[in-house]
């Protein structure tokens, strides 16, 4: 019998036109945007907080963490409430485009396209283009995970 190849499920979500992935099993939800309350002290990559069923969760901006450029957050936009090593994070998208499932073997090495992004851990190339791959465990640095840490604390 023949063992069938294993398969990754993801899922897909907007960010300046180009489509990103998240492991479906980091994901909770999808939210729609609320009211962001700055957190002062965070890293860059944080726009703030908000408040889900009583947990404080930071905002990051996977636009920011790219470096894009910076837009406002729009009424019309998403959050992904998905978990990280550490905490809960809400994760701004301008939309979600839904879960796909790929063979594991689709889904490239980051290294060969993304060098010196360590949160990308791979590339899943489609008719479409190519889909980056967010690891959130290593989305923040350990420098910013403790000025964010201090932030929350004080906050």
């Not at 980091?26 to 945007?33: C, G, K, S």
């Not at 990280?84 to 889904?107: F, H, Q, T, Y």
């Amino acid at each position: 019998m023949e063992k069938a190849a294993s398969s990754i499920r993801l899922v897909l979500l907007t960010v300046d036109g180009q489509t990103y992935a998240l492991h479906f099993e980091a994901v909770d939800r999808v939210l729609h945007m609320v009211e962001i309350t700055p957190l002062p002290g965070a890293p860059e990559v944080v726009e703030g907080i908000v408040n889900i069923q009583g947990e404080v969760v930071p905002v990051v901006s996977i636009r920011r963490r790219l470096g894009l450029v910076h837009r406002a957050v729009g009424v019309s936009d998403s959050m992904v409430l998905a978990r990280a090593r550490a905490r809960r994070l809400a994760i701004i998208a301008e939309s979600v485009l839904g879960v796909v499932e790929r063979p594991a073997d689709d889904i490239g090495s980051s290294g060969d396209i993304v060098r010196g992004i360590e949160h990308i851990e791979g590339v899943l190339k489609t008719s479409e283009g190519l889909v980056l791959i967010h690891d959130l465990d290593r989305f923040f640095s350990p420098e910013e995970e403790k000025s964010l840490h201090l932030a929350l604390d004080r906050g």
